[in-house]
């Protein structure tokens, strides 16, 4: 039971990614950017710069998630990443509209994701000296 906000956050998570690749789908017809090019017109560009580091930002989210749920707190886990999602969505919306104000979505969910990191750490540390 404990586990269901994790789990529909980690749902939500890779709903977001589907999304990214979609939208670079989208993007490279609308612009003409034909596959395998990375770049051409520069809000193709955008697009898919969004998916790139949404991609870059799962690998550090989804490991931390789990690994805090586990060592700390499930109900914690599932809320810190509920913040995390709302980051990466102001991110995502931030960077299409004026990629210089990206900074914001950036940070809330790149801070959201060490706070599960060092999280995790201390949780497990602490479990390793309880012997358990």
């Given at each position: 039971?404990?586990?269901h906000l994790p789990?529909?956050?980690?749902l939500?998570?890779?709903?977001?990614?589907?999304?990214?690749f979609?939208?670079?789908?989208?993007?490279?017809?609308?612009y003409?950017?034909a596959?395998p090019?990375t770049?051409?017109?520069?809000?193709?560009?955008v697009?898919?710069?969004?998916?790139m580091?949404?991609?870059?930002?799962?690998v550090?989210?989804?490991?931390a998630?789990?690994?805090f749920?586990?060592?700390?707190?499930?109900?914690?886990?599932?809320?810190?990443?509920?913040v995390?999602?709302v980051?990466?969505?102001?991110?995502?919306?931030?960077?299409?509209?004026?990629p210089k104000?990206?900074?914001?979505?950036?940070?809330?969910s790149?801070?959201t994701?060490l706070?599960l990191?060092?999280?995790?750490?201390?949780?497990?540390?602490?479990?390793?000296m309880?012997g358990?």
């Amino acid at each position: 039971m404990a586990l269901h906000l994790p789990a529909i956050v980690t749902l939500l998570a890779l709903l977001l990614f589907i999304y990214s690749f979609l939208a670079v789908g989208m993007a490279r017809k609308k612009y003409g950017v034909a596959a395998p090019a990375t770049t051409g017109h520069a809000a193709f560009e955008v697009v898919y710069r969004v998916q790139m580091n949404t991609l870059e930002q799962l690998v550090l989210f989804l490991p931390a998630l789990w690994l805090f749920s586990e060592y700390v707190s499930p109900l914690w886990a599932g809320l810190l990443g509920l913040v995390w999602l709302v980051g990466r969505v102001l991110y995502s919306v931030s960077y299409v509209q004026d990629p210089k104000s990206r900074g914001p979505g950036f940070i809330i969910s790149f801070m959201t994701a060490l706070v599960l990191m060092i999280g995790a750490a201390v949780g497990i540390v602490l479990r390793i000296m309880a012997g358990l």
